[in-house]
């Protein structure tokens, strides 16, 4: 474990994609199974277990810990994991640190009942870091800055193999991935037979800039709506059938209604949206389907998903990725038709100039697109972020000046500042909130905002601070999104999507902020 | 004539105010008559009329401020008595930085003891805390949480010598205060037999010298600005030790430096999210402050009639003082350490 402790402790601080790979890679090649192996596993996600939780580590630390000096310190450092494992005291005399693949199993087998009595007793024989591996494997977020591809990426480098060859065996595969090291270092053949319905990393594009018009040629790309649901890949595979996210993530048991629409031998890009007869519905409807393990009966009823493809990856055994997107388009379209129920073509917007799409872009035909793509004709399926093939070109966003209100303390990286903020728009002589953001601004806003909050703090509710908003005493920022839609859960009745400070009003006097009724005025339909 | 031990020194604005004998300790703003702890500059200020501090104290505020820092400067040696209005004044080592003291302040047998910053840790560049039995201690509490607990010295110099040995190529850029902690940095490596030349930011060169100049030992110390000149720089500076300021870590001046494996000698380093945002790659938890088990065995040692705390995180350390017994109030005194994104996270402690 102090290993594995060790290795997570040099990811968090280090910098560089090339040195977080070089540790990973150490650690992989160093490692004997099966620890390496449940390594991997963590770093990919791809453990969780069923009965330890957040709120058991909290409760063994207040049983050992003055519940004063615990809200205190967990105020202050603002992660959990890290004021359990920093707070802890220790008991001299404890056992020998604990092997991660013990930890692993202990947690995999012990019953509820057993859970507190087994992960006091690591608590007690690890150091502070040691702690706070153990804490982070627990809870499920190592929040080390390692995405499952880099990981990936560093255990692909044992056997000198490209990362996508991983990926293709990956959903065949469980921890603690013994097979795969055995592959990697050559000691057996590549694991088979067991991988279906694989998922295939996806392309991305680059976010437009005014100057790239310039020098980009209307006629070498294609035009469809970006939609503002969320990317999926639907794989289809020897009566197999998987729905992943764009970064691998398996949703298929979240989304029963949209696994099976697909069938025969196939892999598509599209976008998952929620349907309302054939049209795409707002993100506010897709956001009920999002985040659950498993859906119920109801849900599935009144927010049915769909998807909106866009390009294919795979057809009847031919890898169509080479293919450039021209035909890739042209095979989607003999495959799909006209449409089948809740899966749809992405239509595509005639280019005729940049002039006409930019006003096109400017007001899309439903309120789910959020702007444009823009994708080459002759672009190959290429896995990352290439450069100069695609283009998401999003419509301007929408602005409002809003008046801050509550100021919480983040967490992680800023947990020392106040850098979630609560803010409001006038309703008659009140302010009523309407949204939260936490980010937009630059450090050295963040800096100035901070600064504001202590200095003006009206009240304090534990971590978080009402911050003066009066007529003539407050900070007004202006506060960029997406979009709108009603909702009965906030006070105000609205909802935004995406919201982000875009700039701080320190000219501007509170009451010359906006009032709900602009925003009323933004709500579609 | 009894008197009461809490009349002896006020908390007011700007400081600690004693009326009977009309001074201040490390106070704020310029006043009058001020007993200075320590040269750190939230606790040593320059414009007053008078000061009284430890003759190390005093050449460190020349030192920063210029000779003539002050209307008139007395030099107390520790444990040496002083009379100010009829008030008795002693300075006791506090171990926080060279020179530093705690304000030992009496009078018809009650006595208040100001702690200054200190820590109760071994420090080869200066004098080592000593503990004064007292009806009221006036406590700091910088690292005043539980989750503080300063780990042993010598693991976090071995974390930088074994970085130093698996990447020798990259510069080993320390951030650390320029006055204490630079020199306990170097002291430290010093004494593990690190004989190479250490480089130093312009900002350390003044109070590192005059460290020496006051008989503390820090081997071959060289102006980094001055390799800095020469066509081989990058060379020079391969699998080195640069000291900085903190405030230098991530500037223009550092990237001179090549390819730097970013450092800093904190207290706070103990907390990750503190070290990502400052961009270190390495943390060294070291810190001048007594931290979670100092204070609270301090408090227990001198069993204080009361406790009052200045600056850090008060309401721990007065929750803490009340549960075992020591009645105890938060001072809540502005214009030092904060706790939260102030500067001074990065500089003195």
Known sequence: MNRFAALLDRLVYAPQRTVKLRAIERYLRDTPDPDRGYALAALTGSLSFKHAKAGLIRTLAEARVDPVLFRLSYDYVGDLAETVALIWPQRRGANRAPELSEIVAGLEAASKAELPGLVEGWLDALDADGRWALIKLMTGSLRVGVSGRLAKTAAAAIGGVEPDEIELVWPGLHPPYTELFAWLEGRSERPRGIARAPFRPVMLAHALEERDLAVLKPGDFAAEWKWDGIRVQAVSDRGEARLYTRTGEDISAAFPDVVGLLGGDASIDGELLVFRDGEPASFNDLQQRLNRKTVTKAVLQDYPAGIRAYDILHLDGTDLRPLPYRARRARLEDLLGDGRERLDLSPLVPVSGWEDLQRLRANPPSAAAEGLMLKRWESSYLPGRVRGEWFKWKRDPRLVDAVLMYAQRGHGKRSSYYSDYTFGVWRGEELVPVGKAYFGFTDEELKEIDRFVRANTVNSFGPVREVAHTRDLGLVLEVAFEGLARSPRHKSGVAMRFPRISRLRWDKPPKDADRLETLEAMLPG | ?349
């Open chain 2, 1 to 349: 004539m009894i008197i009461r031990p809490e009349t002896l020194l006020r908390p007011v604005p700007g400081g600690l105010y004693c009326p009977a004998g009309d001074f201040w300790i490390d106070p704020t703003r310029p006043v009058a008559r001020a007993v200075i702890t320590h040269g750190h500059a939230d606790h040593a200020r320059a414009g007053h009329g008078a000061v009284l501090a430890t003759k190390e104290t005093l050449a460190i505020m020349a030192a920063r401020y210029g000779a003539r820092f002050a209307g008139s400067m007395q030099a107390l040696a520790y444990g040496e008595r002083a009379a100010i209005g009829g008030i008795d004044v002693r300075l006791v080592p506090a171990g926080h930085v060279l020179g530093s003291a705690q304000a030992v302040v009496e009078k018809g047998g009650a006595r208040v003891v100001v702690s200054g910053d200190f820590k109760r840790r071994r420090d080869p560049t200066c004098t080592a805390f000593e503990p004064v039995a007292c009806d009221i201690f006036i406590s700091e509490a910088t690292f005043g949480l539980p989750v503080f607990r300063h780990p042993p010295d010598a693991g976090e110099i071995a974390k930088l010598l074994l970085s130093l040995s698996t990447f020798p190529d990259r510069c080993h850029l320390v951030g650390a205060y320029s006055l204490g902690k630079a020199q306990r940095v170097i002291a430290l490596l010093r004494e593990t037999g690190y004989d190479a030349p250490i480089y130093l930011h312009g900002a350390m060169q003044k109070l590192c010298d005059l460290y020496e100049a006051l008989g503390v030992g820090l081997g071959d110390l060289r102006p980094a600005q001055e390799m800095m000149k020469t066509p081989l720089t990058r060379e020079v500076f391969k699998g080195a030790i640069v000291i900085a300021p903190p405030s230098s870590l991530n500037d223009i001046w550092s990237r001179r430096l090549g390819d730097v494996v970013t450092c800093f000698a904190s207290g706070w380093m103990r907390v990750r999210a503190r070290a990502r945002q400052r961009q270190v790659e390495l943390p060294l938890i070291l810190s001048d402050h007594a931290d979670w088990d100092e204070l609270t065995a301090t408090v227990a040692e001198l069993k204080p009639g009361q406790l009052w705390v200045t600056h850090g995180a008060e309401e721990a350390l007065v929750h803490w003082a009340q549960t075992n017994g020591v009645p105890a109030r938060a001072l809540s005194l502005v214009g030092y350490d904060e706790d939260g994104a102030g500067e001074r996270d990065e500089a003195e402690a």
